[in-house]
């Protein structure tokens, strides 16, 4: 009876499914929203990493509805962005038309899988319709002072003239100059205030049922630090230097101060003295030419004399100010307090300069040489009133003193910066501002929405592309009327997909949100890789807090759970274009069939664990599908204890590991389950089971063997 062929089983299905509208979601009863990422569309195609998480998105949709949950099953494409743009440079093809053509492509891929998905919620992110909203968001933001303009610098190569993302610039030159080398531009540029939220998006980290793995890195990367902000003072001027320290009980082994080579204090400090001319040119090479490489720990600490120096708060005493490559401009105050003694840069960096080291905390063995920096716990020595002090309790005294003398302060230090949306790219949503002579930022009113992004742009004169059409360029002012321009710069694409996750609960609807959204909302399983840990995944919390103070949604977090799937890999490593070790899934299923590779990648390892390609293994899910299909051809009797034994054990024990996402030992039941039926006597029953148990993994067999049982 298995003489249908596989890809005739697949397309009559997919065909069913789709004509049926089987996964059409219906907002009533319990419901159950399971999301995959956003699929970016690389003219690439989908690749065996996406396949793999999709089936693993599927199985759990398929499963909740069998368990009779109305699931929310949505897809859709993170459109916008640079791959399509540079396509369009070096291929001259319209990033429209490549984007377009790659989602078609892709589609046909998902639809090969055999991926439960509503298609009739597919969205696009280059569409009007979708990016209108991103353009709305944007100026709610704004209105409550959380979208800003200020100063950043940028990465410009002086031969494209225009600015580069990080990932066009390589090791300091441009992408497609390899002779020019990249400089720095202080641009006008918007930002989200991400930081007002900092202490929230840190503290509800603990309400989520996420990988610990991508918890810590949010954690790290919100980067929350107590510690004390610490005055001295500039002998020459008297003025104040802000110091952010965590290690104020070391604060009587500082021995030099270090500026941020970005630091404007720096020039204006050494302006017309003998030291100005090297001071420049260390911060050009600092700043500029070792950008890409100075924050790496490898990176050889350097730095140079200011010939200046600062009073120390408590001791008076005359403290060195050098400028040096291993302090960060925009952390703490961009200045550092240095201490040899208990802090191994610092150290490091007094060694190589010759400078003092003291040790202020008395380390717990003996030593006859100070080798390097002791960085644990013990009792201050040379701190004069706090000698004797155990450190953790010298930090509270010396907050104390410094408070009432008015030289410092407790304070809280978070290392999340502002989130900089602007880009100087054409392929993104146009931000909704106009420029006007007499009015200054004018925001596009809302009823002028979208401010769409024209076809009609030259991507042959370097710069960015928005600003060669002229009729979008110029405007009316919505203010007085008269000339103004448009805002050129586009947004991040991930505003984009900060937010899709409710427009999957209304697509076509006319509000941002509505009813619906908070029928569907918050997302019940969402799927995304480590690779999103301190982006997107960050940036969807924002924003769902942010719509929740707005009003609009009444959520803290946008995804109570988050699967995180195992890499795939062949020969060792992650399967990648540019390792050339890929493996298209489109081809083993023409090969095959789709259910054996869904079985193959389910099977093989567990969901969350890397899992390494191998060619032969498709045959042995090959094998069992074959099994699976011939029971029908065994003659059936009546149930009997054995069976129904055999069969409700396999039953709880699938369900519990489909829940819980132990697909591998579920198919391995599943496996022996059918194996069991091979060799015994069978029911119509325990066949149906089969079918039933298969389906979520397996879906166009499982459901031809449960029509051909005259279901
Ligand atoms: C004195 C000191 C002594 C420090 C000691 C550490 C150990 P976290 O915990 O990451 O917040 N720091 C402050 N601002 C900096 C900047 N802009 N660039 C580089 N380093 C900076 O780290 C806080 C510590 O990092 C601060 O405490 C400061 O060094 C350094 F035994 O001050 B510490
Ligand atoms: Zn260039
Ligand atoms: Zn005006």
Redesign the pocket.
């Known amino acids: 009876m298995y003489i249908m062929s596989n890809k005739y089983i697949e397309k009559k299905w997919q065909k069913k499914w789709e004509e049926g509208e089987i996964f059409k979601a219906r907002p009533k009863g319990k419901k159950y929203y399971n999301l995959d990422q956003f699929a970016y569309p690389s003219s690439y195609g989908l690749h065996m990493g996406h396949a793999r998480t999709y089936v693993i998105g599927d199985v759990k949709a398929r499963f909740k509805r069998m368990q009779g949950y109305s699931v929310l099953y949505p897809i859709g494409f993170d459109s916008f962005g640079l791959p399509a743009e540079n396509a369009a440079i070096k291929e001259g093809i319209h990033p429209k038309k490549y984007t377009e053509s790659a989602i078609k492509n892709f589609i046909k891929q998902q639809k090969s899988l055999g991926l439960s998905y509503d298609w009739s919620r597919l969205i696009k992110t280059h569409e009007k319709s979708y990016y209108k909203w991103d353009q709305w968001l944007f100026l709610k933001f704004l209105e409550r002072g959380l979208a800003y303009k200020k100063k950043a610098s940028v990465n410009w190569c002086p031969a494209c003239k225009t600015v580069l993302a990080n990932e066009q610039v390589i090791r300091g030159y441009c992408w497609r100059h390899s002779e020019t080398k990249v400089t720095l531009r202080e641009l006008e540029q918007w930002f989200f205030k991400i930081t007002v939220y900092a202490k929230e998006l840190l503290g509800d980290i603990d309400k989520l049922e996420w990988p610990e793995t991508i918890k810590e890195m949010q954690k790290n990367w919100i980067?929350k630090?107590e510690?004390t902000l610490v005055y001295f003072t500039l002998e020459d001027t008297k003025e104040k230097i802000p110091i952010?320290?965590?290690?104020i009980d070391?604060l009587y082994g500082v021995t030099f101060i270090v500026y941020?080579a970005e630091h404007p204090k720096v020039l204006e400090v050494v302006k017309g003295s003998p030291y100005e001319h090297k001071v420049k040119a260390f911060i050009d090479k600092v700043v500029i030419r070792e950008r890409f490489e100075r924050t790496s720990e490898e990176t050889e600490k350097e730095g140079i004399l200011l010939g200046k120096y600062a009073i120390h708060p408590l001791t008076g005493e005359r403290i060195p100010i050098y400028v040096a490559n291993?302090?960060?401009y925009d952390?703490?105050t961009?200045v550092?307090?240095a201490?040899p003694g208990?802090?191994q840069r610092d150290f490091d960096f007094a060694k190589k300069y010759g400078l003092p080291i003291k040790r202020v905390i008395l380390p717990k063995s003996n030593e006859n040489e100070i080798k390097s920096a002791y960085?644990g716990d013990g009792v201050l020595i040379n701190s004069q009133i706090f000698n004797g002090l155990d450190n953790v309790e010298a930090i509270q005294k010396i907050n104390k003193y410094l408070k009432e003398k008015n030289l410092g302060e407790k304070t809280t230090?978070f290392k999340i910066r502002d989130w900089l949306l602007s880009r100087q790219r054409y392929w993104g949503a146009p931000i909704p501002i106009v420029y006007c002579e007499s009015c200054g930022i004018v925001p596009v009113p809302e009823n002028e929405l979208p401010v769409e992004l024209p076809e009609d742009v030259d991507f042959s004169t370097g710069g960015n592309p928005l600003m060669t059409n002229k009729n979008f360029l110029y405007v009316k002012c919505y203010k007085c009327r008269k000339t103004a321009t448009r805002e050129t710069d586009t947004m991040d694409t991930f505003v984009d997909s900060s937010w899709y996750f409710i427009r999957y609960c209304n697509p076509k609807s006319k509000n941002f949100i509505d009813k619906e959204a908070h029928f569907w909302l918050p997302i019940d399983q969402y799927y995304s890789g480590r690779e999103h840990a301190t982006g997107h995944l960050i940036y969807f919390r924002f924003f769902t807090k942010v719509l929740r103070d707005l009003g609009l949604l009444d959520l803290d977090e946008p995804a109570l759970k988050l699967f995180q799937q195992g890499d795939v890999n062949k020969g060792g490593f992650r399967m990648s274009k540019s390792r050339g070790n890929v493996v298209d899934p489109y081809d083993i299923i023409a090969k095959h069939s789709a259910d054996a590779l869904r079985f193959y990648l389910l099977f093989v390892s567990s969901p969350d664990k890397a899992l390494e390609w191998n060619d032969n293994g498709i045959e042995g899910a090959n094998k069992l599908l074959r099994k699976f299909m011939n029971l029908l051809k065994k003659k059936r009797g009546e149930n009997n204890i054995k069976i129904l034994h055999k069969m409700h054990r396999t039953i709880s024990n699938v369900t519990d590991d489909i829940e819980n996402f132990r697909y591998n030992s579920a198919l391995i039941k599943i496996a022996s389950y059918i194996e069991w039926l091979n060799k015994n006597n069978i029911s119509k029953e325990s066949l149906e089971m089969a079918c039933k148990l298969l389906s979520p993994f397996c879906p166009h067999h499982a459901e031809e063997a449960w029509e051909k049982l005259g279901n």
């Open positions: 980067g630090s510690g952010f320290t965590t290690r070391t941020a291993f302090v960060l952390y703490g961009g550092v307090m201490v208990h802090d960085t230090h």
